[in-house]
């Protein structure tokens, strides 16, 4: 976030649980860093969003985004499963 802003970026740093669904809807521009629990699900601070947000069909087509998920490669069949 600090990189960002340097780069006069306007950043907010927000916890996938508090975002809303306007709040994605009016977003143009998402990293989301995230990462994996177990066998890929995700963590637990992150669920609620995973429930909500994810089963949803959301307008996003003006949101460009990048994820970086992270996740350990001892489960290889379901590495980072909540980042894809």
């Known amino acids: 976030a600090t990189s960002l802003q340097e780069a006069q970026q ?3 740093v927000k916890p996938l649980q508090q975002l809303t669904e306007s709040e994605l809807q009016q977003a143009e521009l998402v990293l989301f860093v995230v990462s994996t629990y177990g066998t890929g699900e995700a963590p637990d601070l992150a669920t609620s969003f995973s429930k909500k947000m994810m089963k949803q069909s959301l307008d996003l087509s003006s ?6 998920a992270l996740g350990s490669k001892e489960y290889p069949e379901s590495f980072c499963s909540f980042g894809h």
Not at 63 to 68: E, H, R, S
């Open 10 to 12: 306007a950043t907010i």
């Open 63 to 68: 949101m460009q985004f990048a994820v970086l």
